[in-house]
């Protein structure tokens, strides 16, 4: 799968290759066009109380193609995993998934040269939801079929193209806490076949919505000179979840003793964390090592506030329904459109 991700966007192409006996040989393989069709917004955001529902809209758009397309859309289950990346699965599968409160409409559509058409999307929330943050998405993809064949061949490949976008949905249910992300180990891998050595830094968070912490890190000589610094990086951590912040550290280094710094920054209502740990660079083996640092020769610390100015309350907007029937949001058409690279 080849992602090309932001925090609202996600385009991709899913690829599946599949031989079969014919009397014909490829004689030629298209390659994947660019996107001339569009879907916004790719993402929609609801506040709403266990018991209240609600629908929004969005806009498959074919008004910029003079081809017409055949697109299905999709229900799935998506997290962030432990390396960040992105992780689909039937619907479902995560515990805070919204399958259960969300129906959409059509599943199935064609649209003609410079047509496009809305999908309504509606959340009934339960009365028994769980407070916080949950997640949904729907695929919207164009299958194609690419391939071809001559006469002379015994072989024939053939390679079912889905191209498409990832439309998520996130609702949020009071109360929403956000809790300091807790730093919970600071390691250096040494380097493992094709692998490089690597500086991992290990997080949770115990909050029931997501956080965006920037984390960074950095090695000090012996000297205490700065030899690599790994500039703050800002990332999403979904609710309730372990993540490993893997950075490569440089080829080059030469032997001797290090100090490496993991540095987590949450915003000004919280304090910022680091974890420090001492390793050693041995060259004198065959191939290079990283020898281990004693036991508990590692963490700085920097204390977190009092107790009671650890949490943040998010006190989040309630969208209250109609009583005769359900809001509806309907997106106006942006100006640029967001295609594959």
């Known amino acids: 799968m080849l992602l ?7 385009v991709y192409l899913r690829r599946s290759i599949t031989f079969g006996f014919a009397v014909g040989l490829l004689s ?17 955001d609801w506040n709403l109380k266990p018991g209240e529902s609600a629908t929004q809209v969005f806009m498959v758009d074919n008004s910029d193609s003079s081809e017409g397309r055949r697109i299905e859309i999709v229900p799935v289950d998506w997290i962030l995993d432990s390396d960040g990346g992105l992780t689909m699965a039937k619907p479902g599968t995560y515990e ?18 410079g047509e496009r058409k809305e999908v309504r999307v509606t959340i009934s ?3 028994e939801i769980k407070s916080g943050e949950h997640t949904f998405g729907l695929e919207v993809l164009q299958k194609q079929l690419l391939g071809g064949t001559n006469q002379t061949g015994k072989v024939q490949l053939n390679i079912n193209l889905q191209s498409g976008y990832l439309v998520t949905t996130n609702v949020s249910v009071p109360e929403t806490t956000v809790n300091p992300v807790e730093v919970l180990d600071l390691a250096v891998l040494p380097a493992n076949g094709k692998m490089p050595t690597r500086a991992n830094l290990k997080i949770k968070n115990t909050s029931n919505v ?3 912490p920037q984390w960074s890190f950095n ?3 012996g000297s205490g000179k700065i030899v690599f610094e790994f500039k703050p990086q800002e990332q999403i951590f979904l609710r309730e979840s372990e993540h490993s912040i893997v950075v490569a550290l440089p080829k080059d280094l030469p032997a001797g003793q290090y100090s490496l710094t993991g540095r987590l920054d949450q915003g000004k209502s919280f304090a910022v964390q680091e974890l420090g740990k001492t390793f050693s660079i041995d060259k004198t083996a065959a191939v290079n090592k990283i020898a281990p640092a004693a036991p508990s020769e590692l963490i700085q610390l920097k204390e977190l506030p009092p107790p009671g100015a650890q949490k943040k309350t998010v006190a989040p907007k309630v969208t209250a329904p109609s009583v005769q029937k359900s809001k509806t949001v309907v997106p106006s058409k942006p100006k640029g459109t967001i295609k594959s690279r």
């Open 4 to 10: 090309t991700t932001r925090e609202s966007t996600l």
């Open 28 to 44: 030629s393989l298209a390659v994947c066009p660019a996107f001339a069709w569009n879907v916004y917004p790719l993402k929609l």
């Open 125 to 127: 929330a339960s009365k």
């Open 96 to 113: 805070h998934s919204l399958n259960s409160s969300l129906t959409f409409s059509p599943r199935q559509m064609k649209l003609g040269p």
């Open 210 to 212: 997501r956080v965006r």
């Open 219 to 221: 090695i000090l000589d």
